[in-house]
T-cell receptor
Framework: KAGVTQTPRYLIKTRGQQVTLSCSPI?????VSWYQQTPGQGLQFLFE???????NKGNFPGRFSGRQFSNSRSEMNVSTLELGDSALYLC???????????FGSGTQLSVL | TQLLEQSPQFLSIQEGENLTVYCNSS?????LQWYRQEPGEGPVLLVT?????EVKKLKRLTFQFGDARKDSSLHITAAQPGDTGLYLC?????????FGAGTTVTVRA
């Protein structure tokens, strides 16, 4: 069974640009969550989608948005990038009602 | 401010020694999870504890959940270089995980 797949693996952008990250969950998993990991703040919850609906949201500005498609694949978008957005963005999936979370390898975003 | 406080932040030990990592919070969680993350990879779930006072063993790793479900500890017996990594605890409330800052463990051969 394939794991959680995130693309791209690395990304370099400049301030003011926007970026879209992609996540394909494990087959059969309808819940997809996104996390931001930085050395200073650690892992922070961005949002969670289930059956194409945002079910939960963390404390991030509106520049961070996401969506989920009917095949459970998810995308995360960050607009008007800031230097502080440089981080490892992790996607995780799970079956509903099961607390076991499976993470992808992440997308390392660098904002210059 | 982290909802979950982990200590110590860094731990470097010799192969064969024991170590304990602590995770404390002022909040009660429905469950608490422990993950290990290696460089360049996402966290991998080690264990989930749900019941206050629960103890779970995974080979040389022992996990405890406090009676009040606010704190937890991870004990590794006879650590090996393969145990090296970032250990993260996470509290789960309603599909939203709150992570501690992590403990970086280095086991020297």
């Amino acid at each position: 069974k394939a794991g959680v797949t995130q693309t791209p693996r690395y990304l370099i952008k400049t301030r003011g640009q926007q970026v879209t990250l992609s996540c394909s969950p494990i087959s059969g998993h309808r819940s997809v969550s996104w996390y931001q990991q930085t050395p200073g703040q650690g892992l922070q919850f961005l949002f969670e989608y289930f059956s194409e609906t945002q079910r939960n949201k963390g404390n991030f500005p509106g520049r961070f948005s996401g969506r989920q498609f009917s095949n459970s694949r998810s995308e995360m978008n960050v607009s008007t990038l800031e230097l502080g957005d440089s981080a490892l963005y992790l996607c995780a999936s799970r079956t509903d009602g099961n607390e076991k979370l499976f993470f992808g390898s992440g997308t390392q975003l660098s904002v210059l | 401010t982290q909802l979950l406080e982990q200590s110590p932040q860094f731990l470097s030990i010799q192969e064969g020694e024991n170590l304990t990592v602590y995770c404390n919070s002022s909040s009660v969680f429905s469950s608490l999870q422990w993950y290990r993350q290696e460089p360049g990879e996402g966290p991998v779930l080690l264990v989930t504890v749900v019941t206050g006072g629960e103890v779970k063993k995974l080979k040389r790793l022992t996990f405890q959940f406090g009676d009040a479900r606010k704190d937890s500890s991870l004990h590794i017996t006879a650590a090996q270089p393969g145990d090296t990594g970032l250990y993260l605890c996470a509290g789960d409330n309603d599909y939203k995980l709150s992570f501690g800052a992590g403990t970086t463990v280095t086991v020297r051969a």
